[in-house]
């Protein structure tokens, strides 16, 4: 009989600290919906404390999650573990997860606190946790840089006060396999009371090894592992939830546990994720780019047009490659539409906005015959806007580019409900265009990011654009598709000024700058 590996997703907390991968709450309620869907054992929805709509976002997902257990992050304090306590408690199942530093360096330097000191507060922190629910988990951050000894006393304190599952995180990605799981033996070995917690692993990538110390973790005794989808996170990200569900599956042979995983969401939920985040995904990367199933020597497509396991060690239709489906057309109604967007987990938030998305689908199937589920992901993450972020909207574009000429365009913008004109030359189309945006909106932003993806295949496909923009030291994602490039750019940077101008409003608001 295999045990259970419990899949703890941190897309929406440890992903979101990549920069600018931040989400609005309809964006995190989105991916959570689509967690849940894969059957993701917990989620770890935001860190509730860090601000009011952290809190939200939390609090809605808590909501609309009924499957998966729904976690917010807490420093060990009882600010923190109180506002993550508050944020689930709609949840059908909520955890509380607290940490605190165990390193010498991080303790010493960053916590200013002796050890006993932060034991003290590790026990505290618990009981505080355990007022809301009775599933808590311990993380000791830094562990991979920690004393063995002091995590066994730790652990030891923190599971007589009631954590019930103690997570190892390799916070900076230090760790090798081979040693990151003898730690993991050494704790399930030496800790009072091991076998009444599920012990956790969660690993950085700064080495390329957050996988490979996952699951030489998992080896050694762990039952849960922390990722994220498309392996997102701060700096190099986390361990990647495809690599680590498609291991355990694909190697039955090795690993003694299995998942509940349903893998035909994976690629599913990387397309949503890249999207919204505005992360391309790789080519290469393993199991959800591009390239994960494509052969190009010859001799390989020989063999596997002989026989698929040649070369393959997992079927690209059980990671979800072939949902790439036919979905809705020209002649698709109202209904039809609105229930296929229930079935890919969207739910729009009122008849208003199923409207303009109803047109601009009915828009868009003019001019593209096939639509794919790809593009509808798409068509909504541009009409997904709640109101108080919609400053800008595009009302009107034309460009005029033509060889030896400076491509030269004009926009109508709708700002703050009353129309402006701009125009402006630039290098080329796109460029004339963001200049024509800017000649109204004077953000004074600065561009970081423009990147442009086909979203399926052919020369009608949708361009999906993502444009970064940084002001004040915050940064935000924007995206647009559309099956003209220069429009779809336009939405795209439209998207993050709007993005930009809530968030600046909200921080001014709380008085932070
Ligand atoms: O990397 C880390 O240590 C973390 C903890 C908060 C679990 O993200
Ligand atoms: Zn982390």
Same mark, same amino acid.
């Given at each position: 009989?295999?045990?259970?590996?419990?899949?703890?997703?941190?897309?929406?907390?440890?992903?979101?600290?990549?920069?600018?991968?931040?989400?609005?709450?309809?964006?995190?309620?989105?991916?959570? $919906?689509?967690?849940?869907?894969?059957?993701?054992?917990?989620?770890?929805?935001?860190?509730?404390?860090?601000? +009011?709509?952290?809190?939200?976002?939390?609090?809605?997902?808590?909501?609309?999650?009924?499957?998966?257990?729904?976690?917010?992050?807490?420093?060990?304090?009882?600010?923190?573990?109180?506002?993550?306590?508050?944020?689930?408690?709609?949840?059908?199942?909520?955890? %509380?997860?607290?940490?605190?530093?165990?390193?010498?360096?991080?303790?010493?330097?960053?916590?200013?606190?002796?050890?006993?000191?932060?034991?003290?507060?590790?026990?505290?922190?618990?009981?505080?946790?355990?007022?809301?629910?009775?599933?808590?988990?311990?993380?000791?951050?830094?562990?991979?840089?920690?004393?063995?000894?002091?995590?066994?006393?730790?652990?030891?304190?923190?599971?007589?006060?009631?954590?019930?599952?103690?997570?190892?995180?390799?916070?900076?990605?230090?760790?090798?396999?081979?040693?990151?799981?003898?730690?993991? &033996?050494?704790?399930?070995?030496?800790?009072?009371?091991?076998?009444?917690?599920?012990?956790?692993?969660?690993?950085?990538?700064?080495?390329?090894?957050?996988?490979?110390?996952?699951?030489?973790?998992?080896?050694?005794?762990? &039952?849960?592992?922390?990722?994220?989808?498309?392996?997102?996170?701060?700096?190099?990200?986390?361990?990647?939830?495809?690599?680590?569900?498609?291991?355990?599956?694909?190697?039955?042979?090795?690993?003694?546990?299995?998942? $509940?995983?349903?893998?035909?969401? %994976?690629? !599913?939920?990387?397309?949503?994720?890249?999207?919204?985040?505005?992360? +391309?995904?790789?080519?290469?990367?393993?199991?959800?780019? =591009?390239?994960?199933?494509?052969?190009?020597?010859?001799?390989?497509?020989?063999?596997?047009?002989?026989?698929?396991?040649?070369?393959?060690?997992?079927?690209?239709?059980?990671?979800?490659?072939?949902?790439?489906?036919?979905?809705?057309?020209?002649?698709?109604?109202?209904?039809?539409?609105?229930?296929?967007?229930?079935?890919?987990?969207?739910?729009?938030? /009122?008849?208003?906005?199923?409207?303009?998305?109803?047109?601009?689908?009915?828009?868009?199937?003019?001019?593209?015959? #096939?639509?794919?589920?790809?593009?509808?992901?798409?068509?909504?993450?541009?009409?997904?806007?709640? !109101?108080?972020?919609?400053?800008?909207?595009?009302?009107?574009?034309?460009?005029?580019? #033509?060889?030896?000429?400076?491509?030269?365009?004009?926009?109508?913008?709708?700002?703050?409900?009353?129309?402006?004109?701009?125009?402006? /030359?630039?290098?080329? !189309?796109?460029?004339?265009?963001?200049?024509?945006? #800017?000649?109204?909106?004077?953000?004074? =932003?600065?561009?970081?990011?423009?990147?442009?993806?086909?979203?399926?295949?052919?020369?009608?496909?949708?361009?999906?654009?993502?444009?970064?923009?940084?002001?004040?030291?915050?940064?935000?994602?924007?995206?647009?598709?559309?099956?003209?490039?220069?429009?779809?750019?336009?939405?795209?940077?439209?998207?993050?000024?709007?993005?930009?101008?809530?968030?600046?409003?909200?921080?001014?608001?709380?008085?932070?700058?």
């Amino acid at each position: 009989m295999k045990q259970h590996l419990v899949i703890f997703d941190t897309t929406l907390r440890d992903g979101e600290q990549s920069p600018g991968a931040s989400m609005t709450r309809e964006e995190k309620i989105r991916v959570a $919906r689509q967690l849940e869907k894969m059957r993701v054992d917990v989620i770890e929805a935001g860190f509730a404390a860090a601000s +009011p709509g952290d809190f939200d976002a939390i609090q809605a997902i808590a909501q609309a999650i009924k499957d998966s257990t729904v976690c917010s992050l807490a420093r060990a304090n009882e600010n923190d573990i109180r506002r993550a306590g508050e944020a689930i408690k709609p949840a059908n199942s909520g955890r %509380i997860h607290t940490f605190i530093a165990t390193s010498p360096i991080h303790m010493e330097k960053k916590l200013r606190m002796a050890p006993d000191q932060v034991v003290e507060q590790a026990v505290r922190s618990i009981a505080w946790a355990r007022e809301y629910t009775d599933d808590v988990e311990f993380s000791a951050e830094d562990a991979g840089r920690s004393d063995i000894d002091f995590l066994c006393r730790i652990f030891d304190e923190v599971i007589r006060a009631g954590a019930t599952t103690i997570n190892v995180p390799d916070t900076v990605g230090y760790n090798i396999p081979f040693q990151y799981a003898e730690t993991l &033996r050494q704790l399930i070995e030496r800790v009072p009371n091991a076998d009444k917690v599920v012990w956790s692993v969660h690993c950085h990538n700064d080495l390329g090894l957050a996988v490979a110390n996952s699951l030489a973790a998992v080896l050694a005794g762990a &039952r849960q592992v922390e990722c994220t989808i498309n392996g997102l996170g701060e700096r190099a990200g986390n361990a990647s939830l495809e690599e680590i569900v498609m291991a355990v599956r694909t190697r039955g042979d090795v690993f003694p546990v299995e998942t $509940r995983v349903d893998s035909t969401q %994976i690629v !599913p939920a990387s397309k949503l994720v890249s999207q919204i985040t505005g992360y +391309p995904v790789q080519p290469n990367k393993a199991v959800v780019g =591009a390239n994960a199933f494509a052969h190009e020597s010859g001799i390989h497509q020989d063999g596997v047009l002989k026989h698929r396991e040649t070369y393959e060690i997992m079927r690209a239709e059980d990671v979800g490659w072939s949902q790439n489906k036919l979905v809705l057309g020209k002649h698709s109604g109202r209904n039809a539409f609105r229930s296929r967007l229930q079935e890919l987990g969207i739910e729009l938030e /009122s008849d208003e906005v199923v409207n303009a998305a109803f047109a601009r689908f009915k828009e868009l199937a003019d001019r593209k015959h #096939e639509i794919f589920d790809e593009d509808l992901h798409a068509l909504v993450s541009d009409e997904v806007v709640t !109101p108080d972020q919609e400053r800008y909207k595009l009302l009107y574009s034309h460009v005029c580019s #033509e060889t030896g000429e400076m491509p030269h365009a004009k926009v109508i913008l709708s700002v703050d409900g009353s129309e402006r004109k701009g125009e402006a /030359s630039g290098g080329g !189309p796109v460029d004339a265009t963001f200049k024509a945006i #800017e000649s109204i909106a004077n953000s004074g =932003a600065e561009l970081m990011l423009y990147s442009v993806n086909a979203i399926t295949t052919g020369t009608d496909a949708q361009g999906e654009v993502t444009t970064r923009l940084s002001k004040e030291g915050r940064v935000v994602n924007g995206n647009g598709a559309d099956t003209d490039i220069v429009i779809a750019s336009a939405r795209s940077y439209l998207n993050a000024l709007n993005k930009l101008h809530s968030s600046l409003d909200k921080v001014r608001a709380q008085g932070d700058i």
